[in-house]
Structure formats: C-alpha cells, structure tokens
C-alpha cells in the first residue's frame, strides 16, 4: 500500500503528481496534484488513504458516488472523475485557490453573510429536492469552498452514514462520525439519529455564527449543550437584524421550527438585492405622525395655516400604532408560529382604522401579502410532506408540522397530517 507524499505518484499509469497536500480529515486527505496527461493542476481527495478498503467497501463507495456524480448546481464542487487506486476511492475535483471558509472566521462582511447562506442554502436544497434525496451531515466552514467567481461552494456530499461508519472500521478511529460534533444539531445526539434536512440547517446557522463572531454557537459541544439547556447565544457587532434573526432561526433547537433551505435561499436573495439596515428596522409609524406634526407647527409659525385647535389625543389611535408596532417588532419570518399571530393583530388593527376611521394607511395590503407569503409556505410544506411520504420518510410529519404552525386551520395540512400519523405511530 502506497504512502501518500510530495512528488509522489497516484493513480493507474501514475496519472498525478502529488505537489503538497491541501488538507485532510479522519477518514481522506486532499492533495494539490498535476494531471501529467492534461497539465492540469486539481484537487485529489483519497479515501482511507494509505489503509484502503475491502471490496465490499470499494463497492459501497462506487454505488454512492455512482448516485452523486452527476448531480450538476453551481454552489456544488462536481467532481470530473471518481476511481479506485490500490483499494483506495479517490476524486477528482477543481481546484479552489481560495480554499475552504475556515479562514474567514470572524472577517467577514453583512454582503458576504448573506453570500454565504444563499449559495449554501442554494446548495443544499438542491440535494434535498433529489429524487433519492441526499442530506450532507457534515456541513461547516471546512467543507464550504470559495470557487473563482466568488461563489461559496459544497464539498463532501453523497457520504452516507453507512460509508462514514466502514471508513471508521477501516482506519480504526473512533474520530469519525456523521459530522464534526461542534457543528452537529441537537437530535443528532439523541436515541433516533437518522439524519434529516434540518439537521444541515442547523450545521448552516452554526457555521455562519463562526464566521460573524469568529466564536463557534455552543463551543466544541454543539447542539449537545442545546440539549443540557443550554440557550442560542446573541449575535453583537452591527448586523442587521434580518441576519441575526435568520441565524437564529437555524438554530433553532427544534428541527421542525428551523427554516427551509430553499426559503433562505429565497430570502438571503431578496436581501441580496436590497440590503437590509444594520440595527435597525427604519422609521416606526410614530416617527411619521411626529414628523407631520412638526411639518405642521413650522407651516403655522411661517404663516402658511391658521392656528391649529387644539386636539384630543385619541387614544384608540395610539393603541393601533401600539398593536403595529409591537407586531412588526415581534415577527420572525424564520419562526414559523410568529405568523399566524402577526395576521390576527393586523386584522385587529384594521378593524379599529376602519371602525374609527383612523389617519392611518389601510392594513388590507399588508394582510393579503402576508397570507400569500403563509399560503406559498404551506403549499411548499406540504408538496415536501408528500415527496418525504412517498418514500416513507418522518420528514412528511416534521413538513406538515410546519405547515400547522403557520397556520393550525389549515384543512389539507390537518387531513395529511392525521393521515400520515397512523404510518408513524411513534410519532
């Protein structure tokens, strides 16, 4: 069994030259090599190097990248070829100058921030949207390459449990586990630990706090602390809310409470395109009736209005802009009960604009988005409820949860639901 070195020769008819290695794990090593055929410089990853595997492990590690290896997204680093030397799996893969998010521990921007979980979360829902969905397990800074057009890319997918578990028997560690404790969500650690989307997502929200703070969520013990008691620690440092909010959100000890990577996808986008404020949410409705009454008081002091009568302060209007505002403050799009709550307080508050007739806009437009944001969340739960359903995954009961939480009424989510229930009678 070769000895993986510098200027050393890999592969059949010693295609690739070593040149230094690049990084490595419990169970691979990566490499910087020349192909001598092409004179191109590549990334080569090599599996149980130096111990190999035996042939059912080689055959294992063939079918699995057989399922993978033509999965083609952009926040994906592809493979180009997957082959097998002395016993040992190996990939051909581009190389990232830039290498892995590591480094960018505690440095980077609000811009990059939401770089960041756009093209992860891009990533990710790609994998989970697979006919035969695949679930990373082992998503931090080190798996997350930066590619030469700027766009954060994921590596090490398509390794299941069962591979990871015949790379600990081949290199005799006890190291490796379907993920790297510090970044594995709280169900990971509990009596069912077959891995779900959302497990990801937390890994995603633990890998951004590093790299907003420069400080790992709950250390080196991960969600295992969430499960001691331990709480989501507060973001500082001026970002926006919105961030802080969404990261939160992933953090979330309960999986089925966590955000959909394909909405943070879609809201990291939105942000993208217009940047939320740092620390604020803009000026409250009360600062607009403020700035109206000094408009008045200056147009009465230079003559151009009579002097005003004094008014009543209405109190009902008060209480209105009271309801908004603690709504407004108080609603997390990542919180999915937040939603149903936050509706029947703008209705609420509309009843009293209309009821007596307050200066203040109409809420109607504000109720009708906000009900087709919960309808195309419910609609989405429930297309994954059923996708998860088909292949008699619990994920269908964790996706029409999440529907319920938005909204508990909801009469195709509750008919799934009681459905479905019966196929997992545990839950």
């Given amino acids: 069994m070769i000895q993986l070195e510098e200027n050393g020769l890999f592969g059949e008819h010693n295609r690739y030259r070593l040149i230094r290695q690049l990084g490595s794990g419990g169970f691979s090593e ?52 997957y082959d097998v030397f002395e016993r040992m799996p190996y990939l051909i893969l581009p190389y990232c100058e830039q290498g892995s998010c590591n480094k960018l521990a505690g440095k980077i921007d609000e811009k990059t921030a939401w770089n960041f979980l756009h093209d992860v979360a891009s990533g990710l829902a790609y994998l989970n949207g697979q006919k035969t969905p695949v679930i990373h397990q082992d998503i931090k800074p080190h798996n997350i390459l930066m590619d030469g ?10 390794i299941s449990a069962e591979a990871r578990s015949t790379l600990r028997q081949s290199m005799k560690s006890d190291l490796l586990s379907a993920g790297t404790m510090a970044y594995m969500a709280p169900e990971r650690f509990g009596e069912n630990k077959e891995p779900i989307f959302a497990s990801d997502i937390w890994s995603l929200g633990a890998s951004l706090f590093e790299l907003m703070t420069g400080e790992l969520p709950f250390g080196e013990h991960g969600g295992l602390a969430q499960n001691r008691g331990a709480k989501i620690p507060r973001i500082h440092g001026n970002w926006s809310e919105e961030l802080k909010k969404t990261v939160h959100g992933c953090l979330i000890k309960e999986p089925w409470k966590r955000p959909k990577a394909l909405n943070i996808a879609k809201e990291s986008e939105k942000y993208l395109i217009q940047p939320p404020l740092p620390k604020t949410k803009g000026f409250k409705m009360i600062h607009l009736i403020m700035a109206a009454s000094i ?15 004094p008014v009543k302060p209405n109190p009902i209007l008060y209480e209105c802009i009271g309801i ?22 703008y209705r609420e508050a509309n009843r009293l604009i209309e009821q007596y007739s307050l200066p203040l806009p109409n809420m109607q437009h504000r109720i009708n988005n906000l009900r087709k944001k919960m309808d195309e969340l419910i609609n989405v739960s429930i297309e994954n409820a059923k996708k998860a359903f088909a292949v008699r995954s619990e994920m269908a009961l964790f996706a029409l949860k999440d529907a319920l939480a938005i909204d508990p009424d909801h009469a195709e989510a509750n008919a799934l639901y009681e459905q479905y229930v019966k196929a997992f009678p545990q839950r």
Wanted: overall charge negative.
């Fill in 324 to 345: 908004i505002e603690q709504t407004d403050a108080g609603f997390n799009e990542n919180d999915l009960t937040t939603w149903k709550e936050t509706m029947d307080k």
């Fill in 295 to 309: 408009a008045l008081v200056i147009g009465w002091c230079a003559g151009f209005f009579t002097a005003p009568k």
């Fill in 149 to 158: 057009n700027g766009s954060f890319v994921i590596t090490d997918f398509g």
């Fill in 30 to 81: 990566v490499w910087l090599a020349a192909d001598i055929q092409t004179g191109v410089t590549v990334a080569l990853k090599v599996y149980a190097p130096g111990k190999g595997l035996d042939e059912s492990g080689v055959t294992q590690f063939r079918k699995e990248f057989k399922m993978v290896f033509n999965l083609n997204h952009p926040n994906l680093l592809r493979p180009s070829h």
